[in-house]
């Protein structure tokens, strides 16, 4: 089958030699979405892409055993990926809305852009590719590079995939924070040289709004008023 879809499956092999899912060797599979799998196992293989020509089948949100995992045939390939939100918020801990929020992987291509967050600082759902398995070779996609960027500021962070996409990770792909540590929406120090902070709001203070202890500083107002 291609171009086919097969949502919140579970997909057990129980005899001799089954594989929870096959792309079966006497068709072409190409291009094919299995995601949000409810079980994918089999005594040999979980999953099994065998000689025939099978490409561009994609994972999405499923776990299963990675050892079992059987890719053959030097062209074929599979991809494996989860899904990703990102909660953006400024140095005060309060959500910065209209943050353009992008992917680079590890060899510099784009990922995703223009992922850019709501009025409570999330951005929608979207996909990040952990690897693409090709021939029974894994090239993973890690560490990715993301990128929030509001008005002149920009946040960034180093992401590994594989480390989050399970139980017990140190993350969580669906709620992954990107802290702006130059992006204002109250009064306060501004302590870190060569440094552009954004205002997202008008501030007040019954003192001093801002103190500016460091070199090279640029306070962007943004049209708001202190």
Do not use: H
């Not at 097969?6 to 006497?26: D, L």
């Not at 999953?47 to 050892?67: A, G, H, K, R």
């Not at 400024?90 to 967050?117: I, K, R």
């Amino acid at each position: 089958s291609n171009n086919s879809i097969i949502i919140n499956q579970n997909a057990t092999g129980t005899g001799a030699g089954s594989s929870g899912i096959v792309f079966y060797s006497s068709y072409w599979a190409n291009n094919n979405i299995i995601k949000d799998c409810m079980q994918v196992s089999g005594v040999t293989n979980d999953v099994l892409v065998p000689t025939s020509t099978n490409v561009n089948n994609t994972f999405i949100n499923c776990s299963y055993n990675l050892s079992r995992e059987s890719v053959s045939g030097a062209g074929n390939y599979l991809v494996r990926k989860w899904y990703y939100r990102a909660y953006v918020n400024d140095s005060s801990g309060t959500a910065v809305s209209n943050a353009n929020v992008s992917a680079y992987n590890v060899s510099g291509a784009t990922e995703f852009t223009g992922l850019f967050t709501n009025s409570t600082g999330w951005t929608n759902i979207t996909t990040i590719t952990e690897y693409v398995n090709t021939g029974g070779t894994r090239s993973y996609y890690n560490n990715y590079s993301l990128n929030a960027i509001y008005s002149s500021s920009i946040a960034s962070k180093s992401y590994n995939v594989t480390a989050v996409n399970g139980t017990g990770g140190v993350n969580n792909n669906l709620n992954d924070i990107i802290a702006f540590n130059s992006v204002l929406s109250s009064c306060g120090t501004l302590s870190s040289a060569n440094t552009i902070y954004t205002l997202t709001g008008n501030v007040t203070s019954n003192g001093t709004c801002f103190n500016v202890t460091a070199n090279n500083v640029t306070l962007d107002c943004s049209g708001y008023a202190i």
